[in-house]
């Protein structure tokens, strides 16, 4: 796969459980399939001119082979090309998308709040440099 191939998972680079995400996904990702790239950097605001940065860091956001995909389908798409025990939840792409978002958005609203908020994105380890995007 060339590089500017590989999926990007954009993500809330202030947002606590976001990044908890982007640990959990780089831990997983052995085969470094996956890109990262904050929603209020640079790679997202290039990407999505016809979305204001409020819309897009109140989302979570795959680009991959086959387009664009948001929240919920974003998140359970991840899980299946992370393979494992994670991707069983792709399972849950069977539940209507309206319930499966209404879920996502319940988690959204409040994930500052129960997993908090740094007032900057996140900074990438020396190692992990290469696979984000600013």
């Given at each position: ?46 990407i999505f001119t016809d979305m204001t940065e409020e ?80």
């Open positions: 796969m060339d590089e500017n191939d590989r999926p990007v998972i954009f993500f809330d680079g202030h947002c606590g459980l976001c990044n908890r995400s982007v640990d959990a996904v780089l831990r997983r990702d052995k085969g470094h399939v996956f890109r990262f790239a904050p929603l209020q950097g640079e790679t997202a605001g290039a819309e897009r860091t109140n989302s979570f956001l795959l680009k991959d082979e086959h387009g664009v995909h948001d929240r919920s389908t974003a998140a359970l798409r991840v899980s299946r090309r992370l393979g494992g025990l994670a991707s069983l939840l792709y399972a849950l792409i069977i539940v209507p998308r309206p319930i499966r978002d209404w879920v996502y958005g319940l988690v959204a609203r409040h994930r500052y709040k129960i997993w908090g908020r740094s007032d900057s994105c996140r900074i990438p380890t020396a190692e992990e440099r290469p696979y984000f995007l600013p």
